[in-house]
């Protein structure tokens, strides 16, 4: 960018504010308006002033026929105002003239009978032209003639030209003092919003969330923009917040099965020799199941972050697919029963359905005390699959929260034996429950748990 071009930046940003635009356009409409109420105001004058002395002609008129009752016009004619500001021409049938006043003494007719009213410009009879020429039929000593008022515009130009230089003195004055005032009340109009925008401007990479920009107490747009901002801050604010948990408590859930690997494999080759390597192997499959299923979850969580969730449409039997899911290796001392579960056909993806049923299931047989129960229900367009255990079930409280990422109700996740008294979800990673949610979404379908003995978990599908 040339040199010149870079040096007028700032001063073409600051023409092209807001506050400038908004300034000039107004000033530009007031000073229209100022100049068209200006040009209509001296039409309204003159017009009204023109009308007045029109009006006063049939006045002159009738001061003439009450001097022809007392006996002959004189001639020249006196003047019934003020000096030469109204002249009358007197003319008889045939049109000529048989009076006139002083400066129209001698000259010839200036108006025939039946003209109208015009401006006559001629001003070298007398000064104080130019003239209003009116033609006004009278009847003069019982005779039928025909008078021309002659009346001088001279006052009415005198008092336009005045009105004329104030006017052209003022609106300048005025046209600076709207744009003044607009300028001020945009200034304090748009005042919060460089407020916000400097607060605003200043987060730094996300670690001045906390900060709220100023809300006035207007209750205009402005206000609700602010309001808007505030509820955006607080919104990424959560995300972000969600995002370093996310990704602290993945980090987490990722160095455990590593760390335990790495703990299995150092041990074992300390003392190759008396290493059991089968167990030390099966160790390790455990361990990277467990690191497997939880990329897994989180791949899946990301691409419905991303809005790539989308299920495939495929026609499949849910009764099918929970009857697979149910065919199981169980824990010590759990049983795992199917109520009733009747042909349900589902337009979805089977392997995301399958998944809902796992982690339903996973999460009961987790908790259980000593029975889980598996049933599935037509409910008119819907599907209804329910999974019930007789564990110490889940808190009102906390039934929205264990849909969360990450939500263990058990604060020390606890592993041992999978599963634990204390709480729900103990032995999993948060995540069994947060993806039933996010994969029921995508079916169309909802989610929602009761109480009472245990847990009552409900997914509810709508049948094709």
Do not use: Y
Request: aromatic share 2%; glycine share 10%; hydrophobic share 45%.
């Amino acid at each position: 960018m040339p040199v010149s071009a870079r040096r007028f930046r700032p001063v073409l940003g600051q023409l092209s504010s807001v506050r400038v635009r908004i300034t000039m356009a107004a000033t530009a409409v007031v000073a229209a308006a100022l100049v068209v109420g200006a040009i209509l105001l001296v039409a309204l004058l003159r017009a009204g002033l023109v009308r007045s002395l029109h009006d006063a002609a049939p006045l002159r008129v009738a001061e003439l026929a009450a001097l022809a009752q007392r006996g002959p016009l004189p001639d020249p004619l006196p003047t019934f105002d003020a000096p030469q500001q109204t002249q009358m021409q007197v003319l008889d049938s045939n049109g000529w003239v048989i009076a006139a006043s002083g400066p129209l003494h001698g000259r010839p007719p200036l108006a025939k009978r039946g003209e109208h009213q015009h401006i006559l410009a001629d001003t070298s009879f007398s000064s104080g032209g130019p003239w209003l020429l009116q033609v006004e039929p009278a009847t003069l000593a019982d005779q039928a003639d025909t008078v021309v008022v002659l009346a001088s515009l001279a006052n009415v130009t005198r008092s336009l030209e005045l009105l004329g230089g104030l006017l052209a003195a003022g609106l300048p004055f005025l046209v600076a003092l709207a744009a003044a005032v607009c300028w001020v009340l945009v200034g304090r109009a748009l005042r919060p919003v460089e407020a916000m925008r400097s607060v605003v401007s200043g987060l730094d990479g996300g670690r001045d969330l906390g900060i709220r920009v100023p809300e006035p107490p207007t209750g205009d747009e402005v206000a609700r923009l602010a309001r808007t901002l505030n509820e955006m801050l607080d919104r990424l604010g959560g995300a972000d917040e969600l995002q370093r948990r996310f990704v602290a408590d993945a980090s987490h859930e990722l160095r455990t099965p590593l760390a335990n690997i790495r703990t299995a494999m150092e041990v074992a080759s300390r003392h190759p020799g008396r290493v059991d390597w089968p167990a030390v192997a099966a160790d390790v499959l455990v361990q990277d199941a467990r690191m497997e299923r939880l990329v897994s979850d989180l791949l899946v969580l990301a691409r419905s972050d991303a809005g790539h969730l989308t299920p495939l449409r495929k026609d499949c039997d849910l009764a099918d697919i929970v009857r697979a899911e149910l065919d199981r290796t169980l824990p010590p001392g759990v049983r795992l029963e199917a109520g009733a579960l009747a042909p349900s056909m589902v337009s979805g993806d089977p392997d995301q359905l399958a998944r809902i049923v796992a982690n339903l299931v996973d999460n009961a047989l987790r908790h259980a005390a000593s029975r889980v129960a598996v049933s599935l229900t037509p409910a008119g367009r819907w599907v209804e699959l329910t999974v019930r255990d007789d564990g110490p079930g889940i808190p009102p409280a906390d039934r929205q929260r264990v849909f969360e990422r990450f939500v263990r109700l058990d604060q020390h996740r606890s592993r041992a034996g999978g599963r634990s008294t204390e709480g729900r979800l103990a032995g999993g990673a948060g995540l069994g429950l947060a993806i039933v949610a996010e994969l029921t979404a995508a079916h169309g379908g909802s989610v929602r748990i009761g109480g009472g003995p245990g847990a009552v978990l409900t997914v509810r599908l709508p049948l094709r």
